[in-house]
T-cell receptor, first 113, second 116 residues
Framework: AQSVTQLGSHVSVSEGALVLLRCNYSSSVPPYLFWYVQYPNQGLQLLLKYTSAATLVKGINGFEAEFKKSETSFHLTKPSAHMSDAAEYFCAVSDRGYSTLTFGKGTMLLVSP | DAGVTQSPTHLIKTRGQQVTLRCSPKSGHDTVSWYQQALGQGPQFIFQYYEEEERQRGNFPDRFSGHQFPNYSSELNVNALLLGDSALYLC???????????????FGPGTRLTVL
């Protein structure tokens, strides 16, 4: 069975500061890993994905994540936070068959001026 | 190109009633997955439809059922509604690429179901 743990239900940063959202996964097979963003009252938007190519993955809006097999981690980072980054972020893992997603509980990113 | 669409956007039902939610996949997609997102939680996989058959199911009771039509659109039905069924229901579509590859899922905006 696959699972995802996101450390911290809320993360607060100042505008311009580094964003770091943590994600650890458990999978019995080499995983596919994803970060999604959800703005209030909206669906999920894919930020980036790891599908066994480069371990450092660049996504939209300046976000990136690094797959570290030894640490079973896939943390999301952005060098400089913007007010528009305030949203909820979900880490997810997928199998390699049916491509169904198992999500973490989410981390709410709060950005203050 | 329209993305994934869902209807209705909001729905209010009372306990014991039945509800049907609808999803139209992204153009060219043939697979539809449904997820339930309770307040403050991550989405949970309900089931997936491909070629009009349910081909994978998550840990949800039989009160949750679905259907896929020949045009690939899908319905999610929930019978005997409980207060705990209140959630955002997300539909995601993808195209089966074959082989051991990941089929990227595209999400719709969701249907907010409130059970009173």
């Amino acid at each position: 069975a696959q699972s995802v743990t996101q450390l911290g239900s809320h993360v607060s940063v100042s505008e311009g500061a580094l964003v770091l959202l943590r994600c650890n996964y458990s999978s019995s097979v080499p995983p596919y890993l994803f970060w999604y963003v959800q703005y209030p009252n909206q669906g999920l938007q894919l930020l980036l994905k790891y599908t066994s190519a480069a371990t450092l993955v660049k996504g939209i809006n300046g976000f990136e994540a690094e797959f570290k097999k030894s640490e079973t981690s896939f943390h999301l980072t952005k060098p400089s936070a913007h007010m528009s980054d305030a949203a909820e972020y979900f880490c997810a893992v997928s199998d390699r068959g049916y491509s169904t997603l198992t999500f973490g509980k989410g981390t709410m990113l709060l950005v203050s001026p | 190109d329209a993305g994934v669409t869902q209807s209705p956007t909001h729905l209010i039902k009372t306990r014991g009633q039945q509800v049907t939610l609808r999803c139209s996949p992204k153009s060219g997609h043939d697979t539809v997955s449904w997820y339930q997102q309770a307040l403050g939680q991550g989405p949970q996989f309900i089931f997936q439809y491909y070629e009009e058959e349910e081909r994978q199911r998550g840990n949800f009771p039989d009160r949750f059922s679905g259907h896929q039509f020949p045009n690939y659109s899908s319905e999610l039905n929930v019978n005997a509604l409980l207060l705990g069924d209140s959630a955002l229901y997300l539909c995601a579509s993808s195209l089966v690429a074959g082989g051991n590859t990941y089929n990227e899922q595209f999400f719709g905006p969701g249907t907010r179901l409130t059970v009173l």
